[in-house]
């Protein structure tokens, strides 16, 4: 029989292990933090009215990441267009995003690092102090250029040298395309940076209306959170949360993306005749209710030319998103989020007036666990018209009445499109109505 000071030093070592393993079961059971939610702002100017504030801080966003410039290439060098026009200031912390056009992409491989990082952060540092005194509480960088895969040794050596320039305190993030997951040197990269932003959506543009491409891709968006989770580093899941307006010629094959018409201008244009609002699918065919991923497709056809001669025949479709798209990928995130997602950032903050972006309230009813209803308001005005009795010299009773009726969506997601979307009936007692508009 062992001494009884080696039975308690066993006894001893069996507790500290089993405590051991509790602590280390909690930790890595634990719960993570909740989401952190933000948005991308891509238009200019930048203004954020008191409501819009307020709805953003009640939603619980900590930051919002503006677009502040484009870089273009300009002989070695870069130059910055498209600067930001900052008209209201912002409590809410913001990321000053710039991207770089193609031209930089395609010239990556022969361009100095040295004078890339040197100019770009001549110009980052510019923005941010022209920023500040416009009231921006500035919280740090973000470049979001689409490198070549290939090219991210080079991307990585780049991204140190603006590291250095600006100083290692200067928090710097990037935004990440879904294929350099496949590369090795991608650690490379994110050793340069505080936090990535892969885009886990729109992963190629449709080359026929009959296979046609959704934005949304819940596929990509579980494959690239496990790869993320696996390199270790904190990131943010770009969700969509936008649409598109494509061309397809008479045989249906994709002839480029439109902007000319909005789906509520083309819904009346005398030169496009309606034909489907319809749900699709992960492969972008019509939806079961056990399929749908919160796009829908609204499809005209031309039914005459254009003023060159050509689009008689062209089908028109606008890709809709609605508030199931981002209710899909929140809880698709919320599933399979590893420890090192910090959230999820939308791409985009919605223009007014824009109608292919979700709206604010549709957002918030997504993240408060709502469920986004459109809201019909009718408003109804009358009054005489005398003055018709002169101009038609019609001999009646009583003076003819106007009648006005305004009907307004004041939810939190819009109706369906179609002829009869909304239909008003009215009930008159007396005979003789004419209507107008």
């Keep these: 029989m ?3 000071h080696l039975r308690l030093l066993a006894l001893c070592l069996l507790i500290l292990l ?9 930790r890595f059971t634990a719960p993570l933090p909740p989401i952190e939610v933000s948005l991308w702002y891509w238009h200019s100017p930048f203004s954020l009215p008191k409501a819009e504030v307020e709805l953003l801080n009640g939603l619980g966003v900590k930051q919002l990441f503006v677009h502040a410039g484009e870089f273009k290439q300009s002989g070695s060098s870069v130059t910055l267009i498209l600067p930001q026009d900052w008209q209201t200031p912002s409590d809410i912390p913001v990321v000053l995003v710039f991207n770089f056009n193609f031209g930089i992409v395609l010239d990556f491989k022969s361009m100095s690092n040295d004078i890339l990082a040197r100019d770009v952060v ?10 500040q005194k416009a009231g921006i509480k500035v919280s740090g960088f973000q470049l979001d250029f689409d490198c070549p895969t290939k090219r991210l040794p080079k991307y990585a050596e780049f991204l140190n040298k603006v590291r250095d320039g600006l100083g290692r305190k200067v928090p710097l993030s990037i935004t990440a395309l879904p294929t350099w997951f496949s590369s090795k040197y991608l650690s490379l990269v994110l050793d340069q940076v505080d936090f990535y932003v892969p885009q886990f ?4 543009l449709p080359k026929t209306l009959d296979e046609f491409i959704p934005v949304s891709s819940l596929k990509m968006l579980k494959r690239g959170l496990k790869s993320a989770g696996r390199l270790g580093k904190e990131f943010y899941a770009g969700v969509p949360s936008y649409g598109h307006t494509f061309l397809f010629d008479r045989q249906r094959k994709f002839s480029g993306i439109y902007h000319d018409l909005s789906f509520r201008e083309a819904m009346h244009h005398p030169a496009f005749r309606f034909v489907s609002a319809s749900p699709i699918n992960a492969e972008g065919k019509l939806a079961r209710p056990n399929n749908y991923i919160g796009e829908d497709l609204l499809e005209f056809v031309a039914t005459r030319s254009a003023p060159d001669g050509r689009g008689l025949g062209y089908h028109l479709v606008y890709d809709i998103p609605t508030p199931e798209l981002i209710a899909q990928y929140l809880e698709a995130v919320k599933a399979e989020r590893p420890k090192n997602c910090r959230g999820v950032i939308l791409f985009r903050y919605p223009e007014a007036g824009e109608t292919m972006t979700l709206p604010l309230p549709s957002i918030a009813s997504v993240l408060r666990g709502e469920k986004a209803r459109p809201g019909l308001q009718v408003n109804i005005t009358a009054s005489n018209a005398p003055w018709e009795l002169v101009e038609t010299g019609r001999k009646v009773k009583r003076s003819p009445i106007d009648l006005n009726i305004k009907v ?3 939810g939190s997601v819009g109706s369906a499109l179609s002829d009869n979307a909304v239909v008003v009936e009215l009930v008159f007692d007396l005979p003789g109505l004419e209507v107008e508009g």
């Design 2 to 4: 062992r001494p009884l």
């Design 18 to 26: 089993l405590a051991c393993g509790f602590w280390a079961r909690s």
């Design 122 to 131: 001549t110009y980052l540092n510019e923005e941010r102090d022209r920023a």
């Design 201 to 204: 959506y729109e992963r190629d």
């Design 408 to 410: 307004t969506n004041t």
